[in-house]
């Protein structure tokens, strides 16, 4: 289903007559509920033998190096692999769903079974996908992983080693930034906000937990809003496009309920809550039995280190093959802990009164998960965007000012950014280049494209460093950064005017004259407080062009 709202063909479909989904017309409902969390214990699974993974360990590891290296290229940010366990099932998938139900509470745990189709779900989610209320749409985003404690301490010890982890704040820095993108696809520029910032503690782990706003656009309703945010971006990476594809390449089959998702719609008012299948069994009636499959994975970025990521996907998947009776009850258990909330800071700064600029914008849009968040940034300036396919035919522009987006790959597979770049060297239209925008301006003025000699930067506020001439003013300023590639070598007509904390990246070029701008880091995340004043003071001088 991943095919009805990414533009891509899977290499490796589902089977000709497969289940894609399960729908049920409700007429009516009970509010109450069957009361598991105070039951007695169940007794737990009886041993199940023959299960089956489709990784080893260091099949698992070398995919982990894969995906690193095609960070490295420039390719993606972040891309998250899947693991499955396939047993048979000595239970009726019922009696499972409750034992995790009562063992492994979720809030957006559910239970489906279809008997005809032979088919039962069993999700113990921790995630929400959307919720719509009205106009009201949202979405609360996890990315982030730590187990709980034996005691206290070591609880808050872990707690704080998760907030305070490079990697993990990046990686979920990198997933708000996306779902602020997906949101805004049907919601009122403006209206898009990062609205809560928390540690939340389930039965066996902790995850940083983020809450996105916003509020829907005239005409869109809550399956605009599905069709905008499905695939999850937790579950598969960023930019979400380039990554649906690459899992398609590296899985090779398909992920079938898991990382889809469960929930209701009211179809005539667009009212809808929906989860994201993880911490989910899924399984199948067989001539032989109840037969289950068990898929569990993680975020791997730049960050990642392989052994690390292999135990955190076998330690997701444990507490579901415990239930199915296919790890020993006797076996070491994660800590377990009652479920809470810890609020943390929200990094972006709340928007100062922005002006009313009134320019019309055209917008280059090179497939990334992050455009509309920019797309959205210039609107509340008061100007209109045109937004023009990065790989589409070249065309002529009659704009007051051009912004080249970013995106994965080279600047070079976009034909319509590089003609702009160049042209915008050439004639005084005021052009602000960002990410691969500014490295398309760099190639065009007779720099060179390199792999970043320190390493790819994803999702990391970082020092620039800067002197007067650029957007930025002169000193430093923190500004987050998504990129692997970097531009090399003097330009002719540009001046570098920001460079990295080490004074050797280029991190800005400019050409005051002309108006035309570059800058190496993304003003519109949610980790540059400063990036709404960046793109205010470039559509300022172009006002002024």
């Known amino acids: 289903m991943v095919q009805w709202t990414q533009p891509i063909s899977l290499q490796f479909p589902p089977e000709e007559g497969e289940i894609l989904g399960v729908l049920w017309l409700v007429d009516e409902w009970e509010t109450t509920t069957p009361g598991i969390s105070d039951c007695e214990d169940m007794p737990p699974a009886k041993k199940v033998e023959g299960e089956i993974s489709s990784h080893s360990d260091q099949q698992h590891a070398e995919d982990i190096e894969r995906i690193r290296a095609s960070i490295t290229q420039g390719e993606l940010y972040q891309l998250n692999l899947g693991r499955t366990w396939n047993a048979p099932l000595g239970e009726e998938p019922s009696t ?62 872990l707690r704080r080693d998760l907030v305070h982890d490079q990697k993990e704040r990046a990686e979920h820095r990198m997933l708000v930034d996306l779902e602020r993108n997906d949101i805004g696809l049907v919601s009122k520029p403006g209206t898009v906000k990062q609205c809560r910032f928390d540690v939340e503690a389930y039965a066996n782990v902790q995850h940083l937990v983020s809450q996105v706003n916003g509020e829907l656009s005239e005409g869109k309703d809550g399956m605009d809003a599905f069709q905008a945010l499905f695939p999850g971006g937790s579950i598969t990476g960023c930019p979400k496009t380039v990554v649906c594809a690459a899992i398609d390449e590296l899985e090779q089959k398909p992920r079938s309920f898991w990382t889809g998702s469960m929930g209701w719609i009211d179809v005539h008012t667009g009212e809808s809550t929906w989860n994201i299948l993880i911490r989910t069994l899924e399984a199948r009636w067989t001539t032989d039995g109840w037969h289950g499959t068990i898929m569990a994975g993680g975020g791997i970025t730049i960050e990642s280190q392989p052994e690390a990521e292999v135990a955190e996907a076998i330690w997701k998947a444990a507490a579901l093959r415990r239930a199915c009776g296919w790890l020993s009850h006797d076996a070491k258990l994660l800590p377990k802990g009652e479920l809470g909330i810890y609020p943390l800071y929200l990094e972006q700064k709340t928007e100062e009164q922005l002006t009313n600029y009134g320019l019309k914008i055209a917008f280059i849009d090179n497939l990334d998960s992050f455009s509309q968040n920019i797309v959205h940034a210039i609107i509340s300036h008061g100007c209109e965007v045109e937004v023009l396919d990065g790989r589409g035919p070249i065309v002529e522009l009659n704009h007051d000012a051009v912004i080249i987006g970013p995106g994965p790959g080279r600047p070079e597979i976009s034909a319509i950014t590089m003609d702009i770049a160049k042209k915008s060297l050439e004639n005084e239209i005021p052009t602000l280049g960002i990410c691969l925008g500014h490295q398309a301006l760099g190639l065009a003025d007779g720099m060179s494209l390199i792999e970043s000699p320190y390493g790819p930067v994803h999702g990391v506020p970082s020092k620039i460093k800067s002197i007067d001439g650029g957007l930025l003013a002169k000193g430093e300023t923190v500004m987050t950064r998504y990129n692997s590639l970097v531009l090399s070598g003097n330009p002719n007509s540009l001046t570098i005017t920001s460079t990295d904390n080490t004074g050797l990246l280029p991190m800005a070029i400019t050409n005051q004259e002309k108006q035309i701008y570059g800058v190496q880091f993304h003003p519109e995340s949610i980790g540059s407080p400063e990036g709404m004043a960046l793109l205010g003071e470039f559509l300022q001088r172009a006002a002024h062009c």
């Open 96 to 157: 499972i769903f409750h034992r995790l139900a009562h063992n492994n509470p979720a809030p957006f745990s559910g239970y489906i079974e279809a008997a005809d189709l032979g088919l039962a779900i069993a999700s113990c989610s921790p995630e929400i996908l959307l919720e719509v209320k009205g106009t009201e749409v949202m979405t609360a985003p996890i990315k982030g992983t730590r187990p709980r404690g034996s005691d206290p301490d070591q609880e808050s010890l």
